[in-house]
């Protein structure tokens, strides 16, 4: 049974940061992705970033380019997310998933609250 499990939400002030990780249980992981997805009050979830884990190669979306990190640690099996420079429109509950290179995610994590204030 694959587990994931978020942690490290918060309250921010805008132009703090935060890590999150997601430590991840129940198989291996290679030819597999994890991403990280949000939902904001009223909005559509989106992505937000995802990274593979046997070579590392990332992608993010472009609204968090050159302000989030993702990383992995593969003796770990857990997924971060570093945010910096937050502002109040990345107020959200953050999701991990994982799921085969190529294909949907197919597990999901219960998620995270951050919240940024102005």
């Known amino acids: 049974q694959v587990q994931l499990v978020e942690s490290g939400g918060g309250l921010v002030q805008a132009g703090g940061s935060l890590r999150l990780s997601c430590a991840a249980s129940?198989?291996?992981?290679?030819?597999?992705?994890m991403g990280w997805f949000r939902r904001a009050p009223g909005k559509e979830r989106e992505f937000v970033a995802r990274?593979?884990?046997?070579?590392?190669?990332?992608v993010y979306a472009d609204y968090v380019k050159g302000r989030f990190i993702i990383s992995r640690d593969n003796a770990k099996s857990t997924v971060y997310l570093q945010m910096n420079s937050l502002t109040p429109d990345d107020t959200a509950v953050y999701y991990c998933?994982?799921?085969?290179?190529?294909?949907?995610?197919?597990?999901w994590g219960q998620g995270t609250q951050v919240t940024v204030s102005s």
């Open positions: 998933a994982t799921g085969r290179r190529g294909a949907t995610y197919d597990y």
């Open positions: 129940g198989r291996t992981f290679s030819n597999y992705v």
């Open positions: 990274i593979d884990w046997s070579n590392g190669m990332s």
